[in-house]
């Protein structure tokens, strides 16, 4: 089963729109930790976010803001004032506290891009 | 600080012939771990290393192996290669092998079978 669905495949924006990302996760675990990670042209992750079970607080960090709720499963993520260099892939995962090794699971990732 | 380093970052292999590709950490960072992408799968966890021990593999054949050494280098070889195994191969590395601590990415190694 997903357990990391990222259900908008592609989104456009015009400069300067906010734009959110939805993200919803799958886990029996209780203790657990939802990322959002960019993936520019050039190949790599890039880390944005972190946030544990624990911690529902929603913040907002410069132009990035996230919601996380737990009653729904949510993660959802805010670029605020978007700009053409926001342009990349931009991928949810999860990770399971319990599970030995560490591993992410990814969800399929949500392609945005920014119109100047 | 210098990050992951993958390399290459491009190789074209031949469907039968067999590939390795190499992962360096960052400096002090004891743990590996090495992601498919693909269009159609998305990205797949293959395997995870701390301190040179296989702590965890995903759901690959057994075409697909690693290792890593005790600078932490890490390498994955992939034998009998497929046309399906055409993909970016990312390494990421951890200071503590945690997830929820943070692991960095390379800009991983793109394979494209032929």
């Known amino acids: 089963a997903q357990k990391v669905t990222q259900a908008q495949t592609e989104i456009s924006v015009v400069e300067k729109e906010d734009v959110t990302l939805d993200c919803v996760y799958e886990?029996?675990?209780?203790?657990?930790?939802l990322f959002w990670y960019k993936q520019p042209p050039s190949g790599e992750l890039v880390f944005l976010i972190r946030r544990n079970s624990f911690d529902e607080q929603n913040e907002i960090s410069g132009r990035y803001s996230w919601n996380f709720q737990k009653s729904t499963s949510s993660f959802n993520f805010t670029i605020t004032a978007s700009q053409v260099v926001d342009s990349a892939v931009y991928f949810c995962?999860?990770?399971?506290?319990?599970?030995?090794?560490?591993?992410?699971?990814f969800g399929t990732g949500t392609s945005l891009t920014v119109i100047p | 600080k210098a990050g992951v380093t993958q390399t290459p970052r491009y190789l074209i292999k031949t469907r039968g012939q067999q590939v390795t590709l190499s992962c360096s950490p960052i400096s002090g960072h004891r743990s590996v771990s090495w992601y498919q992408q693909t269009p159609g799968q998305g990205l797949q966890f293959l395997f995870e290393?701390?301190?040179?021990?296989?702590?965890n593999k995903g759901n690959f054949p057994g075409r697909f192996s690693g290792r890593q050494f005790s600078n932490s280098r890490s390498e994955m070889n992939v034998s009998t290669l497929e046309l399906g195994d055409s993909a970016l191969y990312l390494c990421?590395?951890?200071?503590?092998?945690?997830?929820?601590?943070?692991?960095?990415f390379g800009s991983g190694t793109r394979l494209t079978v032929v």
């Open positions: 995962a999860l990770s399971e506290a319990l599970n030995t090794g560490n591993q992410f699971y």
């Open positions: 990421a590395s951890s200071l503590a092998g945690i997830t929820a601590y943070g692991y960095t």
């Open positions: 290393y701390f301190s040179e021990t296989q702590r």
């Open positions: 886990t029996r675990d209780t203790t657990y930790y």
